[in-house]
Structure formats: C-alpha cells, structure tokens
C-alpha cells in the first residue's frame, strides 16, 4: 500500500473517507498483485 495514498484518503471528509477506505480494500481483495499509484494527482 502506498503511504502517499494513506495521507490522500486520511485528509477526506466523512463519508468519503469511508467510502474510499472500503473499496480499496475490496480492490486489494479482488486484485491482490495491484500496485497503488497517483495520476494527475490522485490514486
């Protein structure tokens, strides 16, 4: 997991925060070799 996209999801307002929180675990389930990156600015 990428610390740079830990600190984006930590700075999001609830429910947001929550949400994003959820599907990327369910990412990270379904799609266990993904790779976390940042495009234009956001994962």
Known sequence: ???KVEEYIK???LPQREILLKLRDLIF???SNIKEEFKMGVP
């Open 1 to 3: 997991m990428s610390q």
């Open 11 to 13: 700075k999001q307002e």
């Open 29 to 31: 389930k379904t799609f």
